[in-house]
């Protein structure tokens, strides 16, 4: 399928939602507003949980708090709605920026339970905060206008619902395919891979869920506005949950999933009201809830993935097209060879009382590869990890660049021009190696969430493509970019986290055991792409690597690290005769 | 009879076949080694003969098929394996782990207190970092660990995954001998390996995967100086 | 707030805080071994509470028929996925565990409900009766799916707490309870009544603290269950079967549940939907002890049951919102004192 089809298909979707309310009842019309209403949040929800991975069952909460503000505003202050929505935009947001810069940094349970705490807690403020009608709420709000136009009845509100959810939608659909919706998508990769190509992933992480907050407090404003009273009931946690089960059903890593979950959850519950109290008269209410949680639980049991990506599977795919060749991206000017280009200063890292680096130094001097070698346990990978900031030093320095780099965060040092792949490989599987390797632009690029959600980014972002389709026909993955990174063989996964990382135009790349699990073909074929790197381009190496063959053919000197410490170092000749090396490493073999 | 027959199995994974149609025996008090690149799915055949995968074909055991038994029940049987990733309970002292090892026996605590002082002798590195957490060794140190929690449970065919994986050449060296001496034990051994040479070098019979399929089966001597093999396998990763 | 009335309140919030103690552990136990978080504890410990008042006044407790409805469930997955998997010999041995043994307690109960038992005895049959929900809501609901994440294993068991709220409404109907209580001794400490209940309550509370220790650190089970939690393929590779060590843990579990519904019962009125609140109270002190720390944990839950007593004695409106709120700086202390263990989420 072409994209002017999918335009076509996506066109007469809306037509039909504009021209619905010409043929449903007014029943089914309410029915449809409420669908509205629920598909925003759960719309949140695919951001924060289908998307990033955070599952947070308080959006009800953040829906309430809207509510409440513009039923306060506009029943108890006589404000317009119009200030309502600003108010309850303006709150909700303050508090999910406060919840979120406090809970964010959990782990992933941590961060879903805090969600359960808060939700109770701001409930149970809306049932007891003096001016706010207690549990009773607040009756008679008033109808939003549009000029002297009330939206009154179902049908005039319901294109207000459904206009909004669809600029939402597509909002969502611009940003998560723009540079920050990328490092959203990016974030169930783990936070020591997305800082690794310079985003701050806290920011993120907050960014991502204030805007779901958002969502759920415009859907809070409609359902004041529409239902035209609150109460603290609609926004306890029970509903958050049946927030959850509407993303998670319709398919939480796709937008269309929020509509689909909102609807069919909604039309369902409807049905079951209606149906259950045939068969139980007495205990309908009961059982609504038992019958509702155990269908989730079912549905969590055995078919986790949801609606859209299952239909999706039928469908056409969407034909994409190759990046274009534009101007590409500016690069940066690589130092002279020969300079001090790192430095690491008599360097320690402890874990409680065992120093895995004990007081190593050593140069890298541009233009060089050099080869950091020792037996397992030898403190290569710590050593790798005080140079990248993924781990805070105990003691020294590190220098890059003639700045002080030591305990400085990941994604500066990343952005500061040292590129890294990891020893267990590091990518997102379910995006494609385009996707992959254009999170290496990431610190190259400027594009925010609005220019992003806007479409405002497009000329960079073709930039930025074009470079990512460079590197990735550079390492000899080029033939097929919209592959899922998930679907190459493990060696090849190697190539293309060293794709990624030559995205970001970096001074020094840092790799850590590339040519593990590689064929012999593939080492000399790497081996070559190394060398030409520092020969045509003047980067600068370091590697990590125990394939011996592989790091004394290619590298220009080699460190030598034994329990913490550095033994040796020198060119690869010197370095192989030196007893102590010798004794410790090599002589085993040789 | 063999110990072990493994017949026609195969693994998949969704549409990607990790093995096809793999036959291999371990005879009683032979080292056999399976040898390949990576991922020629080596290491999915030892979780399926260990039931932690799921596959078609038959395994046998001991002259009864085993293929519906639950992983545990096998281990009772005294068919054990050493993974890959050596899965030790990091939180746990060495001793526990070792303690552990020795679940599936259901044995007397003395009866497992002089085991466990045979694996001290065995391994004094061990009995050094008795009280130690097991997550705060070494490499090496983890992967004698390992050996000597699966020796614990007094296996009969003890399966061991690239135990060489990560190793410095020395220790790496040091494993092999160990698992040599084990064949003296009265202990069969299945051993998976990426560094050819070393398995070969210890082994008496020898098979080479490739991508999902035994290629090359013979005699570890007649492997070691087959020309193709020498030039695929045994070029590679050494320094001479 | 005189310091009479502060050592009143402190007595009160410690005795809380050691029911919350028992549950709290409870949650630690079962999320290591299982990665589980048991949303659903606090019901189970309402549950029992509701068992023990309906037996005082002689009525057969809703509990049975829930406990018969998931028993003859679970047996019929165990059969199902015994028969696909053609290992006939386990079904006498699933039958009796999923099925005699559990009906045969509601069978007891049931034949018995007429009879007024000492009090002892009752407390007994009660904890008898609610000893299997724990594991045959495990079979049923978590054992299809061990192998999830724990974001899913979490939303999972949010519903499950939604799905028994039902159930116990059903079973139990709408009406509080509040059962005798155990003791009318009352001392004093000074000026201060200290009631024989509270004693109690501390007293259970530590020894159930001090078994739990002698089980995980003198014993091979407890061993095993500790491997379990911390690396399950390792485990299985030993022969531990991590099913069976999940059971034990929900059985444990169970155990604390019900204790602390039958400390609670006679302090508080009890309702079928009251165990919620409950649980996450305690779990705000499992959360402080990071879901690891046993010691850490109990310290967290005395002071959650302290900060609850104040809290209710200065604004009782807004307890709820202050012992939940506290949850937030808890956390933010402790993102920061975590050992960050990067794990990839799952696709």
Redesign the interface.
């Known amino acids: 399928m072409s994209r002017l089809q999918l335009r076509l298909v996506a066109i007469a979707a809306v037509l039909l939602v504009a021209a619905a309310p010409l043929f449903l009842d007014p029943f089914s019309v309410t029915l449809a507003n409420y669908i509205g209403i629920y598909a925003l949040v759960a719309l949140g929800l695919v951001l924060i949980t289908g998307v990033g991975?955070m599952?947070s069952?308080g959006q009800a909460s953040f829906m309430g708090i809207a509510a409440y503000s513009t039923a306060w505003a506009s029943a108890l202050m006589d404000y317009s709605p119009w200030f309502g929505l600003l108010l309850a935009l303006v709150l909700t947001g303050l508090v999910a920026t406060i919840?979120g810069a406090?809970?964010l940094?959990?782990?992933?349970?941590?961060l879903?339970?805090?969600t359960?705490?808060?939700g109770?807690?701001i409930y149970?403020?809306f049932g007891?905060v003096d001016g706010l009608g207690h549990f009773n709420g607040i009756p008679s709000i008033p109808p939003i206008t549009i000029g002297s136009f009330a939206l009154i009845s179902s049908e005039r509100i319901y294109y207000l619902i459904w206009a909004v959810l669809i600029a939402a939608m597509l909002l969502s659909h611009n940003l998560l395919n723009s540079r920050e919706g990328r490092a959203m998508r990016a974030l169930?990769?783990?936070?020591?891979m997305v800082e690794s190509v310079g985003v701050n992933a806290f920011r993120i992480k907050l960014i991502t869920f204030v805007i779901s907050a958002l969502l759920a407090a415009l859907s809070g404003w409609l359902y004041a506005h529409m239902g035209r009273f609150v109460s603290p009931t609609p926004f306890d946690?029970?509903r958050g949950?049946e927030y959850?089960?509407m993303a998670?059903v319709g398919g939480s890593g796709y937008l269309l999933g929020a509509v689909v979950g909102a609807a069919l959850i909604t039309l369902l519950k409807d049905w079951v009201q209606d149906f259950l109290p045939l068969v139980a008269p007495n205990?309908a209410?009961?059982?609504?809830?038992?019958v509702?949680?155990?269908l989730?639980?079912l549905f969590?049991?055995?078919a986790?993935d949801g609606i859209v990506p299952f239909v999706a599977k039928f469908l056409p795919q969407v034909r994409r097209e190759r990046p274009r060749a534009v101007e590409p991206l500016p690069r940066r000017t690589q130092p002279e060879p020969g300079q001090t280009l790192l430095k690491v200063d008599n360097a320690k890292r402890a874990?409680?009382g065992?120093m895995a680096v004990n007081d190593v130094s050593f140069e890298v001097r541009s233009g060089e590869i050099l080869g950091l070698i020792?037996?397992?346990?030898?403190g290569k990978s710590t050593m790798f990890n005080l140079i990248t900031g993924a781990l805070p030093a105990t003691g020294g320095k590190v220098v890059f660049t003639s700045s002080d780099i030591t305990n400085e965060p990941q994604r500066l040092i990343a952005r500061a021009g040292v590129a890294r792949t990891f020893q267990h490989v590091?990518l997102r599987?379910?995006m494609t190696l385009l996707d992959n390797v254009l999170l290496g632009t990431y610190a190259r690029t400027q594009s925010g969430f609005f220019k992003g959600a806007l479409g405002l980014d497009r000329a960079e972002e073709e930039q930025a493509r074009h470079e990512a389709m460079m590197q990735l026909e550079r390492v000899g993955l080029g033939d097929r970019p919209f592959e899922l990174a998930?679907n190459l063989?493990?060696?090849n996964q190697r190539i293309l986290e060293i794709a990624r990382a030559l995205a970001a135009d970096p001074i020094l790349l840092v790799l850590d055991e590339p040519a593990?699990?590689?064929?012999?073909q593939e080492?000399l074929a790497l081996a070559k792409l190394l060398r030409s790197l520092r020969d045509d381009e003047n980067l600068t190496i370091l590697l990590v690597e125990?394939?011996?063959?592989f790091v004394?053919g290619l590298v220009n000197r080699i460190v030598v690290m034994e329990f913490g410490s550095k033994i040796s170092e020198g060119e690869p000749s010197t370095v192989?005769n030196d007893a102590r090396v010798q004794e410790?490493?090599?002589?085993?073999?040789? | 009879m063999p110990l072990l027959a493994i017949d026609n199995v195969s693994v998949s994974y969704g549409k990607a076949e990790a093995v096809r149609d793999v036959s291999l025996q371990v005879e009683k008090g032979q080292i056999v080694t399976v040898i390949g690149?990576?991922?020629a799915g080596k290491t999915s055949l030892l979780m399926a003969a260990i039931g932690l995968l799921r596959s078609t074909g038959r395994i046998i055991y001991d002259g009864r098929d085993i293929s519906r038994l639950e992983t545990e029940e096998r281990i009772e049987m005294g068919f054990c394996l050493v993974p890959e990733r050596r899965e030790l309970f990091s939180d746990l002292s060495v001793y526990d782990n070792l303690r552990l090892g020795a679940y599936s026996r259901r044995a007397a605590s003395g009866e497992i207190k002089d085991d466990i002082a045979q694996v001290f002798d065995r391994f004094p590195r061990l009995l050094e970092r008795r009280n130690q957490m097991a997550g705060?060794l070494?490499?090496?140190e983890r992967q004698m660990l390992a050996l000597g929690r699966a020796l614990m449970a007094r296996p009969r065919l003890l399966m061991l995954d690239e135990p060489s994986l990560?190793?410095?050449?020395?220790?790496?060296?040091e494993i092999f001998r160990i698992i040599a001496s084990l064949r003296d034990l009265g202990v069969s051994i299945l051993l998976v390996e990426q560094n050819a040479r070393a398995a070969l070098e210890t082994a008496d019979f020898g098979y080479v995967m490739e991508t999902g399929e035994i290629v090359h089966s013979g005699s570890a001597d007649a492997l070691m100086h087959d020309p193709r093999l020498i030039a695929?396998y045994m070029?590679?990763?050494?320094?001479? | 707030m005189t310091p009479d009335i502060a050592a009143i309140l402190a007595l009160d919030g410690i005795a809380t805080g050691a029911i919350y103690v028992l549950m709290a552990l409870g949650f630690v136990l079962i999320f290591a071994v299982t990665r589980v978080?048991f949303v659903p504890f606090g019901d189970i410990a309402a549950f029992t509470a509701l068992t023990l008042a309906a037996l005082e006044l002689g009525r057969l407790p809703g509990t049975v028929g829930l406990v018969i409805g998931l028993a003859v469930l679970a047996t019929l997955m165990e059969l199902y996925s015994i028969l696909r998997a053609g290992s006939y010999e386990r079904i006498p041995r699933a039958l009796l565990f999923y099925l005699v043994l559990p009906v045969a307690i509601a069978g007891l109960v049931w034949i018995t409900s007429g009879t007024l038992w000492p009090m002892p005895f009752r407390i007994a049959l009660a904890l008898l009766l609610i000893l299997p929900v724990a594991p045959l809501l495990d079979r049923i609901?978590y054992r299809?799916?061990a192998d999830?994440?724990?974001?899913?294993l979490?939303?999972?068991s949010?519903?499950?707490h939604?799905?028994l709220?039902?159930?116990g409404?059903?079973f139990f109907g709408p009406d509080g309870a509040r059962t005798e209580s155990l003791t009318d001794a009352m001392f004093m400490l000074g000026n201060i009544p200290i009631s024989g209940q509270t004693i109690l309550i501390v007293v259970a509370a530590a020894i159930f603290c001090g078994l739990l220790y002698l089980f995980f650190d003198f014993t091979l089970l407890g061993k095993a269950l500790h491997a379990t939690a911390l690396n399950r393929t390792g485990a299985r590779l030993m022969g531990i079967r991590p099913e069976r060590s999940g059971t034990i843990a929900y059985l444990a579990g169970s155990v604390l549940a019900g204790v602390s519904g039958i400390l609670i019962a006679p302090v508080n009125t009890i309702f079928y939907d009251s165990g919620f609140?409950l649980g996450?109270k305690a779990?705000?002190g499992a959360?402080i002890g990071g879901?690891i720390s046993f010691p850490v944990t109990a310290i967290g839950s005395i002071f959650v049951g302290l900060l609850e007593s104040f809290a209710s004695f200065q604004s009782s409106?807004?307890k709820?919102?202050i012992v939940?709120?506290v949850?937030?700086?808890v956390?933010?202390w402790?993102?920061?004192t975590?050992q960050h263990?990067?794990?990839?989420?799952d696709?």
């Open positions: 991975g599952v069952f919840l406090v809970t940094r959990l782990q992933g349970h941590f879903s339970l805090s359960i705490a808060w109770l807690a149970f403020l007891n169930r990769g783990g936070d020591a946690v029970t949950i959850l089960m998670m205990a209410g009961q059982l609504e809830i038992v509702f949680s155990a989730f639980i969590l049991q055995y986790r874990f409680g065992l020792g037996p397992n346990g030898a590091k599987p379910k998930g063989p493990l060696g593990a699990g590689l064929r012999r080492k125990h394939d011996m063959e004394m192989r410790a490493y090599l002589g085993g073999v040789a | 690149p990576n991922g705060t070494s490499g090496g990560g190793l410095a050449p020395l220790i790496t060296r695929t070029g590679g990763s050494e320094v001479s | 978080v609901v299809p799916i999830a994440s724990v974001l899913l979490l939303t999972v949010v519903a499950l939604f799905a709220v039902g159930l409404l059903l609140l996450l779990f705000v959360i879901l409106a807004f709820e919102v939940f709120s949850l937030i700086p956390l933010l402790r993102s920061y975590f263990t990067e794990e990839d989420m696709e």
